[in-house]
């Protein structure tokens, strides 16, 4: 027993080296495929983007910083080349071009009425023409306005998506044939994208002397799209507003009321766009209130008038940041202010006919709102 102890360890020893030894070639033949692998995968290339300026060399300097401050911060390398004009044959072709995995751009400043841009993908298929109209030359908001495009462009051609031109699509817009090699027109300004907005807010507004405050809930719409203010530059655009009064009362001894609205309210905005981040806008409208009220008081004291529902015409003006926190998604401030066209008050008469006023709403009404928005 004593002489057989080892042997018997001795085979199950044997035996586990032997399957270790199986082991050894697998293993070996993994690691020179996995090593294979990692040899053969090619890095995934840098964000590049080959940026021209044509025209004025005094526009040029400040829209480069600009724009090379935009697409810093989207992470692209840029290589930057200028000319004198533009050539539609050369974001057609890319002849002569090192760089072929880079996004073409072409900005033209040549035109003191508007500036021109031309962006090309890296393969050469998918194409952006764009028209801005300028106010006087270059200024600053133009700069911002530029940068702001050409991020905006080069971003979504790095990442295959948006609504791009094919090139025979790219040919026609830029009156060029197949095999002509001739410059041609330039193509028409492009109209500013339809924007559509819809936002919930929840804010407070003035009511009157008596009763300071009351609060509101509101569901908004707006869409921006139409001519470019040409003096200070912006969008305009038209909102909907439908808001809704949380219910509030007062009271003067025994009497009181309570009110509660739904308010509509409609007009016109104007809209500027600050580096893709901020929007202000400035409105103006009109609509009407529908008041409901209800007096109360205890029965045993006073005899309570019925209660009813009317309606106020109102005059509005607003003014709004909208800070974006992604593409689809923003918060939202607005300050505004309710100018009631109709002179209301709620009073109590006693049994001489004399008359005590429990609640006069103010003619000017401001308020202020705090909300989210989804930008389409």
């Known amino acids: 027993m004593t002489e057989q102890k080892p042997h018997g360890g001795w085979l199950r020893i044997t035996r586990w080296n032997g399957r270790l030894i199986w082991a050894i070639p697998v293993l070996l033949l993994g690691a020179h495929f996995a090593s294979a692998a990692e040899v053969g995968a090619e890095p995934t290339p840098p964000l590049r983007a080959h940026v021209t300026l044509l025209g004025r060399d005094s526009a040029q300097s400040g829209v480069r910083e600009v724009v090379a401050e935009f697409l810093a911060r989207e992470g692209f390398a840029v290589l930057w080349s200028s000319g004198d004009a533009f050539q539609p044959q050369d974001l057609l072709d890319r002849k002569g071009e090192g760089d072929i995995a880079a996004i073409g751009v072409w900005i033209d400043l040549s035109s003191s009425a508007e500036a021109r841009l031309y962006f090309r993908g890296s393969?050469?298929?998918?194409?952006?023409?764009r028209s801005l109209p300028l106010v006087e030359a270059v200024d600053e908001i133009a700069k911002e306005e530029i940068g702001h495009i050409v991020a905006s462009a080069v971003l979504a051609l790095s990442q295959g998506r948006g609504?791009?031109?094919?090139?025979?699509?790219?040919?026609a817009a830029l009156h060029v044939q197949p095999a002509q090699d001739s410059v041609s027109r330039v193509p028409p300004a492009a109209p500013q994208p339809l924007r559509l907005e819809i936002a919930a807010s929840g804010g407070a507004q003035a009511c009157g002397r008596e009763l300071p405050l009351t609060g509101l809930l509101t569901m908004s719409g707006a869409v921006t799209r139409g001519p470019r203010w040409r003096r200070v530059g912006g969008w305009f655009g038209a909102w909907l507003d439908l808001g809704y009064q949380i219910p509030a009362s007062r009271?003067?001894?025994a009497v009181g009321v309570s009110l509660q609205a739904i308010s509509l309210r409609a007009g016109g905005h104007w809209e500027i766009e600050r580096r893709g981040v901020a929007v202000f806008r400035l409105g103006l409208g009109g609509g009407l209130d529908r008041v409901d009220f209800r007096p109360r008081g205890d029965t045993t004291l006073v005899d309570l008038a019925p209660g009813g529902v009317f309606y106020l015409p109102a005059a509005c003006f607003w003014g709004g940041i909208d800070l974006r926190v992604s593409e689809h998604l923003a918060v939202t401030t607005k300050v505004f202010a309710d100018i009631a066209l109709m002179d209301v008050h709620y009073d109590v008469r006693n049994n001489r006919g004399a008359s005590t006023r429990v609640l006069a709403p103010l003619a000017f009404r401001p308020g202020a709102s705090l909300g989210m928005a989804f930008v389409f």
């Open 123 to 129: 393969q050469a298929d998918r194409f952006f023409i």
């Open 163 to 171: 609504q791009t031109l094919t090139r025979s699509e790219a040919r």
């Open 251 to 253: 009271w003067k001894d």
